[in-house]
């Protein structure tokens, strides 16, 4: 290195500072995208809380006892939902990285939170029997909305907290 900070490589001279410089203004920009994925990727609050208030209105409804067909058009009704909730999310999105979003962690979160959310609504169903139906289903209700919203902040974050990672790796490689 010379006296002005600059090193000679190859013949080439190059100057420390301005390769600091270049660095960052591509850096920057790559942890802009990063940060917009991981604050898309779990929807917000909005999101959360609207899905759980769903299976809420859901599971505290099968308290009313319908009959068969009424169980198998609220349940017709509650998929339409989630499925719109999903489509009116994934279009709103302004980020589209290939590959970057769904990896194993995320099927892993997805299976995590459905065997999670799934063993409590049947748990607090069993447990809650003993009631009147009305009482137990806003119990089984409550119970598993809350363990849903508990589950997801964390979950989200443990599934997209590999992209930066990922892409660090990736320049570290090059």
Do not use: C
């Not at 447990?127 to 902040?153: C, D, H, K, M, R």
């Not at 892409?167 to 090059?174: I, K, S």
Request: aromatic share 8%.
């Amino acid at each position: 290195m010379d006296v002005e900070g600059e090193a000679v490589a190859v013949g080439a001279p190059v100057n420390a500072e301005q390769a600091w410089r270049d660095l960052q203004r591509i850096r920057v920009p790559q942890e802009r995208v990063y940060d917009e994925v991981e604050r898309s990727a779990s929807g917000g609050p909005r999101t959360t809380y609207g899905t759980a208030g769903l299976m809420w209105l859901f599971l505290a409804a099968q308290g009313l006892e319908p009959p068969p067909w009424g169980v198998a058009l609220a349940a017709v009704a509650y998929l339409a939902l989630l499925a719109w909730m999903v489509v009116t999310h994934t279009n709103r999105g302004r980020v589209r990285l290939h590959h970057s979003r769904y990896d194993w962690r995320s099927l892993a979160t997805f299976a995590g939170g459905a065997v999670l959310v799934g063993g409590v609504t049947v748990l607090t169903g069993r447990l809650a029997q003993p009631l009147e139906p009305l009482a137990g289903s806003v119990i089984q209700a409550t119970a598993a909305a809350a363990v849903f919203v508990l589950f997801v902040g964390p979950a989200n974050r443990w599934a997209t907290g590999t992209l930066r990672g990922r892409g660090a790796g990736a320049e570290a490689g090059r």
